[in-house]
């Protein structure tokens, strides 16, 4: 199987470098989407071979996809590394640490009963003293670069996300206007939880009844981001099914790395049965049908000032930017920021903060001074993965790491934010 076409419309431009993250943080033309096309171009040509060094030049890719949107000439880099990742998984390619590593990761993230249960003794020391002398101290830095990555990462663990409330059908709130499935997620779901909270109570309050299967898995992204297509399929295949006995307008999710992948399905599955409705971002979906008149006239001030995070697989795998935008918009005095680097990535990237530490911690902390230097009291974030890496390196007095959906059931007073709403 080819590596990619000779006849590729990149002229190397380097239209792509600023917008890059890894060339952000690394400086070389191989861990540059120009770069890596050239190097493909060469294995094809027979003039390079696929080692571990050239290999790990792909691993540092974040598949952000901000180069696409920045190529002037239509270079469909997101086609070439998605092709390429199923082949950078041969073991030779990485150190046995590395691939043994991975694959922990991907036999527990995609499964929320085997991350629950992972997290269940952890519970005890996430947000404690304990944890926060444990960090001070660097102790887990003893224990290597990955560890200590996960470790950084890990917020308090609330009692909601360790088993999943709702019932199956969630009624709209006033007259119906339509029917809905929601996704939770995996990892959203059990370090998040409120997000889901949130949605659904807007989605309700907007007259939107909410299906929501008790036997729903995991999307598949995570192993998708890894070139693991096997068990994307798996995952994909099972998620379908557990929709398939509804009729619904769309299903939603709430997360933009879920809902790149899950877009995808029409490939990923190959004319197997995918879902009989559009997958929709909630915000792309309640932007397009338009907030109920009800809703607005509930939505009470907000007084703060909010910096717009863009997730990677939001503003470059979905095109999607006004639409959270509009919606907070909607929120009376709430006052909305720019960041100065948008389309730059923060470093989350699936797994790519834990795999891939350094370069994520760089990228983290570029992130985290570009949204405080708006002046922000809070940081909108519409990606669970982003949330967190956000949350890392955000200094203790900066902004908070909110998602919009509970922004806005805060400012409408509904679901976890049913009483009155706060200023802050």
Request: charged share 20%; hydrophobic share 40%.
């Amino acid at each position: 199987m080819a590596f990619v076409d000779p006849s590729d419309p990149c002229v190397h431009c380097g239209f792509c470098l600023p917008t890059c993250a890894s060339y952000r943080v690394l400086g070389t033309e191989m861990d540059s989407p120009r770069g890596r096309i050239h190097t493909l171009k060469a294995i094809e040509a027979g003039e390079l071979e696929m080692d571990a060094t050239v290999a790990s030049h792909f691993d540092s890719c974040l598949g952000c996809f901000a180069c696409v949107t920045a190529c002037p000439s239509g270079v469909r880099y997101d086609q070439l590394i998605e092709a390429t990742r199923p082949k950078l998984n041969q073991p030779e390619f990485r150190s046995s640490w590395q691939t043994s590593f991975r694959q922990l990761l991907l036999m527990v993230l995609p499964y929320p009963n085997r991350l629950r249960a992972v997290l269940q003794p952890l519970r005890a020391y996430a947000g404690t003293e304990l944890q926060r002398f444990t960090r001070r101290t660097g102790l887990l830095r003893l224990l290597g670069p990955q560890l200590a990555a996960m470790e950084a990462l890990l917020p308090p663990l609330p009692p909601e996300g360790f088993t999943d409330r709702f019932p199956r059908v969630n009624p709209a709130h006033g007259k119906q206007r339509g029917r809905v499935g929601l996704v939770l997620g995996c990892v959203q779901r059990c370090f998040d939880p409120g997000v889901n909270e949130a949605t659904v109570a807007v989605l309700q309050a907007n007259g939107f009844e909410v299906v929501i299967p008790a036997d729903q898995g995991c999307c598949g992204a995570v192993s998708h981001h890894q070139g693991q297509l096997q068990q994307t399929q798996e995952l994909a295949s099972a998620l379908v099914q557990s929709f398939s006995e509804e009729a619904l307008d769309a299903v939603l999710v709430a997360a933009s790395g879920c809902g790149h992948t899950m877009k995808a399905y029409g490939e990923l599955l190959d004319g197997e049965d995918n879902f009989t409705a559009p997958v929709m971002d909630v915000h792309e979906f309640l932007a397009n049908r338009g907030l109920s008149e009800s809703f607005q006239q509930a939505l009470r001030p907000l007084p703060c000032t909010v910096a717009y995070h863009d997730a990677c697989h939001m503003i470059h795998g979905q095109g999607i930017a006004a639409q959270p935008r509009d919606l907070l918009r909607a929120i009376p005095q709430l006052r909305l920021k720019e960041a100065t680097e948008a389309g730059v990535c923060c470093g989350s990237a699936g797994i790519y903060n834990l795999v891939q530490p350094d370069e994520a911690a760089e990228l983290g902390q570029l992130k985290a001074d570009d949204l405080s230097s708006t002046g922000a009291e809070i940081v909108a974030s519409a990606n669970i993965g982003c949330s967190l890496q956000l949350r890392r390196y955000l200094s203790q007095d900066g902004p908070k790491v909110e998602h919009p959906m509970e922004l806005l059931a805060r400012s409408a007073g509904v679901g976890p934010f049913s009483a009155t709403p706060s200023k802050s």
